[in-house]
């Protein structure tokens, strides 16, 4: 999972989730903010309330928490899910750019992409902030 500002960037510059089981989340901003949530069967659903996106909360452990607004919540992505991401990301830019990913494990992490023909690395104490870090510079450029 990476760390919780890099998931506020993320979220900032248009990564958008779709909250699926065994999702990681947290509440910034909040007397929860060293808080992960997990999106379980038993204990957070997502749902619609009022017409908007919200994940509601059931069992005794949330503190009688009984829901929250996505756009309250951050996603921290596991490495798996930042990959994906960037696979989709890359079918959607359909051409526009070339991007390939290689990531080496050098007592740091290192993914590089080409973007708009530009050799770009970004190097990370782990694989996910690298992934993380290449997304993010492609949401905010393209």
């Known amino acids: 999972m990476i760390p919780l500002p890099l998931a506020l960037e993320l979220k900032n510059a248009g990564l958008k989730w779709i909250p699926d089981l065994n ?3 947290a509440i910034p901003d909040s007397d929860l ?3 992960i949530f997990v999106m379980a069967d038993m204990m957070t659903a997502p749902t619609t309330l009022k ?5 509601t909360f059931h069992g005794t452990s949330e503190w009688a928490l009984d829901y929250i607004l996505m756009q309250e919540v951050v996603w921290p992505p596991t ?3 930042l990959r994906q991401e960037l696979v989709i990301l890359l079918d959607q ?3 526009k750019t070339e991007l390939t990913l290689k990531l080496e494990e050098n007592g740091r992490y290192a993914c590089h992409i080409s973007f708009h023909n530009t050799p ?3 190097t990370t104490p782990t694989a996910g902030e690298a992934y993380g870090q290449a997304l993010l510079h492609i949401l905010q450029n393209s």
């Open 120 to 122: 770009l690395t970004f």
């Open 79 to 81: 490495e798996e899910q």
């Open 51 to 55: 017409g908007f996106p919200a994940i």
């Open 23 to 25: 999702d990681f989340f």
């Open 33 to 35: 903010d060293d808080r």
């Open 93 to 95: 830019l359909n051409g």
